[in-house]
């Protein structure tokens, strides 16, 4: 099992900045890849950004790339998502999100373990 709790959320005008935090736990060495999604009201959940742990590849929706950057400190076992240039549609609820699996796909919304979210949002 891997326990995982975000922090870091908040209101932020349009042109800011928050990061994100996920602090994993438990048989954290059995992680795969970690990732963010998000869910705004009335919407599906969706792929956000992933750090593939086996050859530390970083995966982003188009919808980031450029604005968000996802890291890893192995140390603290935690993933962090520094989210700049917000924009009103980024606004949602932000879900780390952890797997075991090698056959899982980094882009999808299959993965093993969830943390509890946190609310993003970004006022114009």
């Known amino acids: 099992?891997?326990?995982?709790?975000?922090?870091?959320?908040?209101?932020?005008?349009?042109?800011?900045?928050?990061?994100?935090?996920?602090?994993?736990?438990?048989?954290?060495?059995?992680?795969?890849?970690?990732?963010?999604?998000?869910?705004?009201?009335?919407?599906e959940r969706e792929f956000v950004a992933a750090f593939s742990l086996s050859g530390s590849r970083t995966y982003y929706a188009d919808s980031v790339k450029g604005r968000f950057t996802i890291s890893l400190d192995n140390a603290k076992n935690t993933v962090y998502l520094q989210m700049n240039s917000l924009k009103p549609e980024d606004t949602a609820v932000y879900y780390c999100a952890a797997t075991?699996?090698?056959?899982?796909?980094?882009?999808?919304?299959k993965y093993d373990y969830w943390g509890q979210g946190t609310q993003v949002t970004v006022s114009s």
């Open 1 to 43: 099992q891997v326990q995982l709790v975000e922090s870091g959320g908040g209101l932020v005008q349009a042109g800011g900045s928050l990061r994100l935090s996920c602090a994993a736990s438990g048989r954290t060495f059995s992680m795969y890849a970690m990732g963010w999604f998000r869910q705004a009201p009335g919407k």
């Open 100 to 109: 075991t699996s090698v056959r899982t796909v980094i882009t999808g919304t």
